[in-house]
């Protein structure tokens, strides 16, 4: 099968699940339908370098080119730097402990989905390419142009936000 029709057939199985992890990295929805048309134009653009190794590796490779898409888009857009020396914030507020995620069970998808939408961009990448995409703290780092500590950090403030966000849904 030559790439114009696995594409094709990765649309029509995979595209809905494609533009969620769009969607998770851009809150703009029409935005994130241009990064899904984007990282289709790159995939087509770098067929060659897919390898086939078996059921799910055209829809990993393909998520992969998404995210990829995603982040190039929020780097030109609004540069992921370091706004704050480590050493000045409260670390007791970034503690693990703070961000007890256990209510999360009693949150519906959809709106956890609503609130990892409203984080910061920088801590809903960070949170996106650590959960979602798998990547590590030294990867994101090297991917966003951060320090390893401060991707780190972003991630335990996302946390501790959702745990926020959480708390106040169930008061609801």
């Not at 851009?26 to 653009?45: E, I, K, N, P």
Request: glycine fraction near 6%; aromatic fraction near 10%; charge should be negative.
């Amino acid at each position: 099968m030559d790439g114009i029709e696995a594409l094709e057939q990765a649309y029509k199985a995979d595209g809905a699940y494609l533009l969620s992890v769009c969607r998770r990295y851009v809150r703009d929805a029409a935005t994130a339908q241009d990064m899904f048309q984007d990282g289709f134009v790159s995939a087509y653009l770098n067929w060659s370098q897919f390898r086939d190794r078996g059921p799910g590796s055209l829809k990993a490779w393909l998520s992969r080119i998404m995210a990829n898409t995603c982040l190039m888009y929020l780097r030109k857009k609004d540069p992921v730097r370091e706004s704050e020396d480590i050493g000045t914030l409260n670390l007791r507020s970034l503690d693990a402990s703070d961000g007890d995620m256990a209510g999360i069970d009693g949150v519906k998808d959809e709106d956890l989905y609503n609130m990892i939408l409203e984080l910061p961009d920088v801590e809903r990448t960070v949170l996106n390419m650590f959960v979602f995409e798998g990547y590590s703290h030294r990867e994101i780092a090297a991917a966003l142009g951060i320090r390893e500590s401060a991707s780190a950090m972003r991630f335990f403030r996302a946390k501790a936000h959702l745990a926020q966000m959480i708390k106040e849904y169930e008061k609801e």
